[in-house]
């Protein structure tokens, strides 16, 4: 089992840039695929990034695409996602999550894949 914790989330204007952090503690942080989901007030929970064991692979919502980065250091058992040129609709509560996947080099953008979730971090854009 895998603990997940996010940081880093706050108020920004538009056009500005925000990095989350997502710590993990417990079982091997490589053995996990990650990933970042969101969920604005009242709409579903949707996928934003992932990115595999390796750090070899990632894949990105057309949303963020070319705005946002994720990225991982297994030494430090973190995952990250730089978020730039940022957008008020991109306000919402931003999750990791990690999914138990055998290789290394494999992702998934589906919320059932992912086993464990942290708590959240509120990302808020002003216009």
């Known amino acids: 089992q895998v603990q997940l914790v996010e940081s880093g989330g706050g108020l920004v204007q538009a056009g500005g840039s925000l990095r989350l952090s997502c710590g993990a503690s417990g079982r091997t942080f490589g053995d996990y695929a990650m990933g970042w989901f969101r969920q604005a007030p009242g709409k579903e929970r949707e996928f934003v990034a992932s990115?595999?064991?390796?750090?070899?692979?990632?894949y990105y919502a057309d949303s963020v695409k070319g705005r946002f980065t994720i990225s991982r250091d297994n030494a430090k058992n973190t995952v990250y996602l730089q978020m730039n040129s940022l957008k008020a609709e991109d306000t919402a509560v931003y999750y990791c999550?990690?999914?138990?996947?055998?290789?290394?080099?494999?992702?998934?953008?589906?919320?059932?894949?992912?086993?464990?979730w942290g708590q959240g971090t509120q990302v808020t854009v002003s216009s």
């Open positions: 990115i595999s064991r390796s750090a070899t692979t990632t």
């Open positions: 999550a990690a999914a138990v996947i055998r290789s290394l080099w494999a992702i998934t953008h589906l919320h059932s894949d992912y086993d464990y």
